[in-house]
C-alpha cells in the first residue's frame, strides 16, 4: 500500500524558510515522479514542484521558481521542499503525491497525481 505522510508545516513570516518532509512508503521510489501540491482556502489545487525519478529533473510552478527547491534522499525514501523567501500567497495546505509514470512531472503537475499525502499547513504571516 502506497502511503504519504508530509511533515514540517506550520507558521512563519513572510520571508522566512520552511522545509517539508514526505516520507513515502509502499513504492519503490525510483519508479515513480514524486511532487508537491498546495490548495489555499477557496483555490484550486497547485502543482508546485515535481521530480522524475526517471531522468532527475525537476519542474516547478512559475510562482515558485527559484524560491522553492525540491530534493530526495532515495535512502530514506523522503521527499523535501525547501521553501525560502516566503510570501503570504504561499499560505495553503501542501500535499505530497506520486505518479506511476516517472516521465510525466509536467502533465502530473497539472492534472494530479495516483498517490496522495493527507496534508500539512503552511501559513505565512505578513
Known amino acids: 500500500e502506497v502511503q504519504l505522510v508530509e511533515s514540517g508545516g506550520g507558521l512563519v513570516q513572510a520571508g522566512g524558510s520552511l522545509r517539508l518532509s514526505c516520507a513515502a512508503s509502499g513504492f519503490t521510489f525510483d519508479d515513480y515522479a514524486i511532487g508537491w501540491f498546495r490548495q489555499a482556502p477557496g483555490k484550486e489545487r497547485e502543482g508546485v514542484s515535481c521530480?522524475?525519478?526517471?531522468?532527475?529533473?525537476?519542474y516547478y510552478a512559475d510562482s515558485v521558481k527559484g524560491r522553492f527547491t525540491i530534493s530526495s534522499d532515495n535512502a530514506k525514501n523522503t521527499l523535501y521542499l525547501q521553501m525560502n523567501s516566503l510570501k503570504p500567497e504561499d499560505t495553503a495546505v501542501y500535499y505530497c503525491?506520486?505518479?506511476?509514470?516517472?516521465?510525466?512531472?509536467?502533465?502530473?503537475?497539472?492534472?494530479?497525481?495516483?498517490?496522495w499525502g493527507k496534508g500539512t499547513l503552511v501559513t505565512v504571516s505578513s
Open positions: 503525491a506520486a505518479g506511476a509514470t516517472p516521465e510525466f512531472c509536467s502533465y502530473y503537475l497539472s492534472y494530479g497525481m495516483n498517490y
Open positions: 521530480i522524475s525519478r526517471s531522468d532527475g529533473f525537476t
